[in-house]
């Protein structure tokens, strides 16, 4: 019998949560657009508890607001909220990249460049925007990773899912991603250099960069 395990089945309100996720991120549902959890369980021929359940889950993250009706809708990202994100992002990951200069090895060092490397390929070969959004999350979050500080990881990690809806809103036009591209390449030759100071520097400049462009973005949706 070594060897042998038993796969628990996905529950139902998880598979609902990760799909109408996705939809959100794709754009099926509109920000501001409402979501009905009678309509959603009958598409999904379920009851409306695992739908309910998942709600709450996207509730939790900030991807769906429930008002005063209890109707469920699409967040829509207001620029205050996106400011007050990118704060965050600014001082949790610029003291991850300054704390991580004087700890990371070498091997993880490597793995961080493989991921800039696998960037960069992508891009010259014009890979579809969520493979590139895929990479440029990835150096962010082996930054943080490699911390090897649970606290710090936990705080970003509470984060993700508004970061990954406003980086599909950073990569809105051609170019957009070698700009990024370039900028993760300066904050590595800092973090590969021992360079604490200017490492975290290069990190808050990098995330202004995107909260400024994303501010762009949403003026021209108004």
């Known amino acids: 019998m ?3 395990s038993v796969e628990k089945p996905v529950p139902y309100y998880e ?9 959100i991120f794709d754009g099926t549902y509109k920000p501001g657009e409402r979501i009905v959890e009678t309509q959603l369980a009958k598409q999904f021929g379920v009851s409306k508890s695992p739908v309910r359940e998942a709600i ?8 769906v607001v429930v008002d005063e009706k209890s109707r469920v809708m699409v967040y829509e990202p207001m620029l205050k909220d996106v400011e007050d994100i990118y704060v965050c992002r600014m001082a949790l990951e610029s003291f991850a990249v ?14 961080i460049n493989q991921v800039l490397d696998e960037a960069d390929k992508a891009i010259s070969e014009g890979a579809d925007a ?3 959004i895929e990479w440029n999350a990835q150096f962010h979050r082996l930054i943080v990773q490699f911390t090897q500080n649970k606290r710090l990881q936990k705080q970003v990690d509470d984060l993700k899912s508004l970061t990954h809806y406003y980086r599909i809103l950073n990569f809105g036009e051609p170019g957009r991603s070698d700009v990024i591209l370039t900028e993760h390449k300066r904050i590595f030759a800092c973090l590969k250099a021992r360079n604490k100071e200017q490492a975290a520097q290069e990190m808050i400049m990098h995330l202004e960069h995107d909260l400024q462009y994303i501010a762009k973005v949403l003026q021209e949706r108004t």
């Open 2 to 4: 070594s060897g042998f």
């Open 15 to 23: 598979q609902f949560y990760h799909s109408i996720k996705q939809m």
């Open 56 to 63: 709450r889950l996207l509730e939790k993250e900030g991807l």
């Open 98 to 111: 300054g704390l991580l200069v004087t700890i990371a090895s070498d091997e993880e060092l490597s793995e």
């Open 130 to 132: 969520a493979e590139i």
